[in-house]
Structures are given as structure tokens and as C-alpha cells.
């Protein structure tokens, strides 16, 4: 019941294209969902997150859409730049009962080519 | 801009030897945790730590496992006795608390990692 589970496994997007990352999750005590963002060599980066009171929330090029019946959130990268190609990850975690204890999704590896 | 600094970065051990992971958290946090990702898998929570003691940890942190704070800057993950399974990479993390940001997140800010190879 802890688990989040992410998909694709592998994203190849071209230059200016959408990008586009699913996560699903179990556990309805969770109530923050971040995405990390992760280059070769370096730790998991804070990307953008959401608490299920609102269904959507946009920074800049990237977009988390929340769908709390489904107990699904999206990460939505617009215009696709070759510097976006990373892992993400995205993640949950139940702040009132574990504290911000994260449980993370397997990782999505994007490449987008010039 | 603040970072979480881990050494070492890259650490090869033989199985049974003892290892010690160094962190430096961002000097204003007061959370800090451990957190590890086996190759090619996702990333795992170890251990939570705040006030000196440990608030939470997962059923991967077991008796072989111990952190500690041993000064005001250093934050240690040690392992008693690796595993060949304990190779893997670890990450450190720290966190201010509950923030204005992100409608009141605790938000983690984590290191490069350290890379455990047991052999």
C-alpha cells in the first residue's frame, strides 16, 4: 500500500515536444506529491509539487496534474528542451503520519534530441 | 545556493568490513535523513533523524545500520558489517521543516550521494 508506481520506464522526446510522466499511488493517507529531478552524478532535486487540494499546478514549462479518485498525478514538461533530459521521479509522502517520510516512484529516464 | 555535501563519494569495501558515510547537512536544517538507491531501482527511505534521535526508519535500517550526529555539522550513516546487498548509492538529506512553500511541505534538499561497492 506504500507504493507509487511511475511510468514509462523510458521517455525519448523531440526538441519542443511534450513530455509527459504518470504516477499512481495507493496509500490515501498521502497528501504531498513532489517530483525530483535527477542528473547523472548528482542527488534527486526538488522539481515542482502538489497537495491534493487542488488538481493542478504549473510552474513555468512544468505542469503536475492531480487526480485524487484516481489516486493519479502527472508531470507534464512543455516545450521540451535537450537540457530537460534527466530521471525524474516522483514521490509521496503522508505528512501528518510519517513525518515527510518520501516514497518514490521507479524513475522515468527522459531524453529529448535536439 | 546551500548544499548537502556527502563523502565519501565513491567507497569499495569488503564484505563484513565496517563503512561510515559522511554528510553535511544545510547549516539552518533540522531534519536529516538517509536515504539509498540499489542500481537501476528506485530510491529508498533508511532512516528520518531530528533532535538527536531517530523519528523514523524503514525495515531496511535494521540492526546493522546506526546514524549519528556526532558534532554540530556532521551527519553519519554507519554499517556494521556490509552485505554484498549494501552496495548501492546513498543519499543524504536534510530539510529546514515545515515551510510557507509548497502550502507547508518539508521540503528535503539531498546530496550527490555516496557509492557503496561491497565486494
Known amino acids: 500500500q506504500q507504493q507509487v508506481k511511475q511510468s514509462p520506464q523510458s521517455l525519448i522526446v523531440q526538441k519542443g515536444g511534450i513530455s509527459i510522466i504518470n504516477c499512481a499511488y495507493e496509500n490515501t493517507a498521502f497528501d504531498y506529491f513532489p517530483w525530483y529531478q535527477q542528473f547523472p552524478g548528482k542527488g534527486p532535486a526538488l522539481l515542482i509539487a502538489i497537495r491534493p487540494d487542488v488538481s493542478e499546478k504549473k510552474e513555468g514549462r512544468f505542469t503536475i496534474s492531480f487526480n485524487k479518485s484516481a489516486k493519479q498525478f502527472s508531470l507534464h514538461i512543455m516545450d521540451s528542451q535537450p537540457g530537460d533530459s534527466a530521471t525524474y521521479f516522483c514521490a509521496a509522502s503522508a505528512e501528518e503520519t510519517s513525518g515527510s517520510r518520501l516514497t518514490f516512484g521507479e524513475g522515468t529516464q527522459l531524453t529529448v534530441n535536439p | 545556493e546551500p548544499e548537502v555535501t556527502q563523502t565519501p563519494s565513491h567507497q569499495v569495501t569488503q564484505m563484513g568490513q565496517e563503512v561510515i558515510l559522511r554528510c553535511v547537512p544545510i547549516s539552518n536544517h533540522l531534519y536529516f535523513y538517509w536515504y539509498r538507491q540499489i542500481l537501476g531501482q528506485k530510491v529508498e527511505f533508511l532512516v528520518s533523524f531530528y533532535n538527536n534521535e531517530i523519528s523514523e526508519k524503514s525495515e531496511i535500517f535494521d540492526d546493522q545500520f546506526s546514524v549519528e550526529r556526532p558534532d554540530g555539522s556532521n551527519f553519519t550513516l554507519k554499517i556494521r558489517s556490509t552485505k554484498l546487498e549494501d552496495s548501492a548509492m546513498y543519499f543524504c538529506?536534510?530539510?529546514?521543516?515545515?515551510?510557507?512553500?509548497?502550502?507547508?511541505?518539508?521540503?528535503?534538499?539531498f546530496g550527490a550521494g555516496s557509492r557503496l561497492t561491497v565486494l
Open positions: 538529506a536534510s530539510s529546514e521543516g515545515w515551510t510557507s512553500g509548497y502550502s507547508g511541505a518539508n521540503v528535503l534538499t
